[in-house]
């Protein structure tokens, strides 16, 4: 079984330590890696690579930067195959999930690829014969600590932008999923100057080390609301610039004149897709009013799921046995409390709990809770897994206010056949990305993703236009060349 390499200056490089952790496959339990857990010592010969890189990458001109990117999109696309595989193996994805996975990471690429004109500056004449203009300089090295449940897309968030706008980076893979990022690395060294783009594999150490490491100039995170809020205190009192996104309690509003199926439908693809293991994904529906058929079309076509990696019906394993842990006790908690437990993922009879047994895998099926009050703490608490709690609100006032009282502030969507009403919920929801209609409202390019409240800390977006805010620093030159006729105090 072979242990990954560290990946600085374009060359695999061994950790400087011998501890190792494996890398599990999702399906079976069994180790199909190991990944070093890398010291501190590690940490600083990559950022050293990318600081020695950063000055060079930075002074060429952005089209230059992205015509590098454009073709390090075209080389990552020929290995989307390859990049899928990787994806299914160590994380456990459907490939049709894997697919989306590499397509979203490609499209922020591509988007990035066009920096030329997104980053373009501004030039005026702001009196007589005195020109103010405005460009963009780089950070130095950005560093990027990403999660496990988008081996692909997560760090894509961050590394297409911020090479564009001339910084150089140090990746640390999640040490969950790290062969997608390590595979990436080495198919990007035939494309990029040394140093530009390098990884270094570990846990919580290395973390640590790239934020308190003097040379990084930036972080971007991705994780769980507590880490993420503990990673924005502790680089900000290092004085870096730093996005910590944290995670989600997203809510469904189904009113009474939604369409049914495609309701029900867009529910259950909502909160099942990739195993429910996304800041984006479902996990309260309040239904307003009573609507018994579209509960009961949302078990049934939850029922139908069933464990694989393939066709329209497959749905994945959860990432590990701490997962598969989580998720049981929160159902179990829930029912405790004294909810309904309309489908039980969890419950011996199910194909996934055959499936477990048969494999030793993390298989975990669909559950549904319908809850009596909307105290329960399954309708507040992030769970990240397949698990959607229902909540029955007299009416519309009731589902908003509930919304809006989350802590977190990802995403919320309103199923409904009625304009008005789409754009009385949009404009009171509290999260930042909305749906109408949309169970997973994930912004496009150009515009960023990001949530609010107990969702993002920090300023910012990671992706879109707000990413190039975040990635560079505005610079305003005002120069002046002849003594003006019409002289003021600027003159």
Same mark, same amino acid.
Request: with cysteine.
């Given at each position: ?280 994904? %479902? ?30 019906? %497959? ?5 590990d046995a701490a997962a598969v842990t989580r ?43 319908l809850h009596r009050s909307s105290k329960d ?52 929801? %509290? ?61």
């Amino acid at each position: 079984m072979s242990t990954l390499c560290n990946f600085v200056d374009n060359q695999a490089v061994p950790a400087s330590t011998n501890d190792t952790l494996d890398v599990t496959s999702p399906h079976t339990g069994q180790a199909i890696a190991q990944v070093p857990l890398s010291s501190s010592d590690d940490v600083d010969t990559a950022v050293a690579a990318a600081a020695k890189a950063w000055p060079a990458w930075a002074a060429l001109t952005v089209n230059t930067r992205s015509a590098k990117l454009m073709a390090l999109h075209g080389l990552l696309a020929e290995h989307t195959g390859e990049l899928v595989e990787l994806i299914v193996s160590e994380h456990g994805k459907t490939r049709a999930e894997a697919l989306g996975d590499v397509g979203k990471g490609l499209e922020t690429l591509a988007y990035a690829a066009g920096a030329g004109a997104l980053g373009a500056g501004q030039a005026t004449y702001v009196s007589g014969g005195v020109l103010c203009r405005m460009d963009r300089a780089a950070l130095g090295v950005v560093a990027s600590i990403v999660p496990f449940n988008f081996p692909f897309m997560v760090p894509f968030w961050t590394l297409p932008l911020a090479l564009a706008m001339g910084n150089t980076c140090v990746v640390k893979p999640s040490e969950k999923v790290p062969l997608t990022m390590a595979r990436v690395a080495e198919l990007a060294a035939s494309l990029l100057p040394p140093g530009v783009l390098n990884l270094v594999h570990g846990g919580g150490a290395v973390a640590q080390a790239l934020i308190d490491h003097p040379n990084v100039a930036a972080v971007t995170f991705v994780g769980s609301s507590p880490v993420a809020e503990a990673v924005h205190a502790r680089a900000t009192a290092r004085g870096k610039r730093v996005l910590a996104l944290g995670g989600a309690k997203n809510h469904l509003v189904a009113l009474p004149d939604c369409d049914l199926e495609m309701t029900a439908r867009d529910i259950v693809a909502s909160f099942a897709g990739c195993a429910g293991q996304r800041c984006m994904a %479902a996990s309260a529906l309040l239904v307003v009013g009573e609507q018994p058929a579209l509960i009961a079309r949302v078990v049934e076509l939850a029922r139908a799921l069933v464990p694989g990696s393939d066709g329209p019906l %497959a749905m994945g394993p959860v990432i590990d046995a701490a997962a598969v842990t989580r998720i049981e006790a929160a159902v179990r908690g829930a029912a405790e409390s004294g909810a309904e437990v309309l489908l039980d993922g969890h419950a011996p009879t199910t194909a996934f709990a055959a499936r477990q047994a048969e494999s030793g895998g993390f298989w975990v099926g669909p559950s549904v809770i319908l809850h009596r009050s909307s105290k329960d703490s399954a309708l507040h608490e992030e769970i990240f897994g397949p698990v959607l709690s229902v909540l029955h609100c007299a009416d519309a006032q009731e589902a908003l206010a509930i919304e809006n009282a989350s802590a977190f502030g990802n995403a919320a969507c309103v199923y409904t056949a009625s304009g008005a009403a789409a754009e009385f919920f949009a404009q009171r929801f %509290a999260a930042a990305m909305i749906g109408v209609n949309v169970g997973v409202p994930v912004p496009r390019e150009p515009f960023s993703f990001g949530g609010c409240k107990r969702s993002r800390f920090g300023s910012s977006d990671i992706t879109g236009d707000a990413a190039i805010e975040f990635f560079s620093t505005r610079r305003k030159i005002t120069t002046k060349w002849s003594v003006p006729a019409d002289q003021t105090w600027m003159s």
